[in-house]
């Protein structure tokens, strides 16, 4: 016995212990997926309670044949990152489903005739949605050159100017606008309009104004949180040259935060782009091309697949079909916008070192 064990001092564990085989996590994880795949084929129990049963029983199985082999430190260091693993997997299977589904049964109509015809006269097979996509870009477009501008300035007032209680007023506003339903925001506007016009008043223009409530507080929020990231030095630089404010927020400011603020705007864009409720009071519904937002209804996508889901005719594949086509248009623009909007980034985006 040595003197350290004499004097009561435990000996020193080794600090390099045994790991798992490189393939061990995945053997683990494959044999818990063909349990749960037998048991699915001989049992009534749903796949996704399998699923999430193997999973834990991989996890549980992994941390403690890791504690086993390479103690309790790397055991958790497992555990823990199996965790994230699974809380990541979990939050985007809803995302990967969703995408397969619309795929899988849009791309039945996503051809030529589906971009290129509309839906007048049209029953039963054939016809498309060219009209709701026109009236689709249309309403967008008109929504955002109307709110982008307001929204930018508003956030500039607030980071840059603002002070006291107009200040707390206008972020009180922003925030409650932010969170009221999409419906209030069409009847708000279809209030306003009909004021005006008369009761009965469908115009494209009038789903602008309602999908530019509903982006004006995201615009404003997202510019803002960019504008309070640009680092003070650069301010405090360009004012000891002795540039006024205003110049300093057009030439420093907002070139810093232009990657921020093109992200900010295509997550507004996206955020009202498949709104249904809203459009459904405003703009009505139309089965030919209408390219002037102040003259007469004005279809778009999201109304146009709520339209066709829910049409009596018979048989009602060719109107689910023109239902999911449409939807997956719609993902698809949204997804080009965001593409466009890295590519702006790059070319003009300012980065901060």
């Given at each position: 016995m040595s003197t350290l064990d004499i004097a009561g001092i435990p000996p020193r564990t080794p600090m390099v212990q045994g790991s798992l085989p490189s393939w061990g996590p995945g053997a683990l994880f494959a044999g818990s997926a063909v349990v749960a795949l037998g048991l699915l084929a001989v049992t009534d129990v749903s796949f996704a309670l399998l699923l999430v049963g193997a999973v834990v029983v991989s996890g549980a199985g992994l941390y403690?044949?890791?504690?086993?082999?390479?103690g309790a430190r790397t055991a958790t260091d497992r555990g823990v990152t199996f965790l994230v693993s699974s809380?990541?997997?979990?939050?985007?299977?809803?995302?990967?489903?969703?995408?397969?589904?619309?795929?899988?049964?849009?791309?039945?109509?996503?051809?030529?005739q589906f971009f290129t015809e509309s839906a007048r006269n049209v029953v039963g097979e054939g016809g498309g949605a060219s009209h709701a996509i026109v009236g689709t870009l249309v309403i967008t477009g008109v929504a955002t050159l109307a709110s982008v501008p307001i929204g930018?300035?508003?956030?500039?007032y607030l980071q840059e100017y603002g002070r006291g209680r107009l200040k707390r007023a206008i972020t009180f506003f922003v925030d409650v606008?932010?969170?009221?339903?999409?419906?209030?925001?069409?009847?708000f506007a279809y209030a306003l309009f009909a004021l005006f016009l008369g009761p009965g008043i469908r115009l494209g223009v009038i789903g602008s104004v309602a999908l530019a409530v509903l982006m004006i507080p995201i615009v404003v929020r997202s510019t803002e949180e960019m504008l309070k990231i640009v680092p003070n030095h650069l301010r405090e630089a360009s004012y000891?040259?002795?540039?006024?404010?205003?110049?300093?927020?057009?030439?420093?400011?907002?070139?810093?935060?232009?990657g921020g603020i093109i992200s900010g705007v295509m997550l507004a864009v996206a955020r009202i782009m498949g709104e249904t409720a809203p459009l459904l009071i405003t703009t009505g519904a139309f089965s030919s091309i209408n390219l002037n937002p102040t003259d007469g209804r004005m279809q778009n996508?999201?109304?146009?697949a709520f339209n066709e889901y829910k049409n009596p005719g018979v048989p009602r594949d060719p109107y689910?079909?023109?239902?999911w086509a449409a939807a997956l248009t719609l993902i698809v623009l949204v997804m080009t916008l965001s593409?466009?909007?890295?590519?702006?980034?790059?070319?003009?985006?300012?980065e901060t070192r």
């Open positions: 403690a044949w890791s504690r086993v082999v390479e809380a990541f997997a979990l939050a985007i299977a809803p995302l990967v489903s969703l995408l397969y589904t619309v795929t899988a049964r849009g791309f039945a109509r996503f051809d030529y930018i300035l508003a956030a500039i606008m932010t969170g009221i339903p999409s419906i209030v925001a069409g009847l000891a040259l002795g540039v006024p404010k205003w110049r300093t927020v057009v030439k420093v400011v907002l070139p810093t935060a232009l996508l999201a109304v146009f689910f079909d023109r239902a593409l466009l909007a890295r590519l702006i980034y790059k070319r003009f985006g300012t």
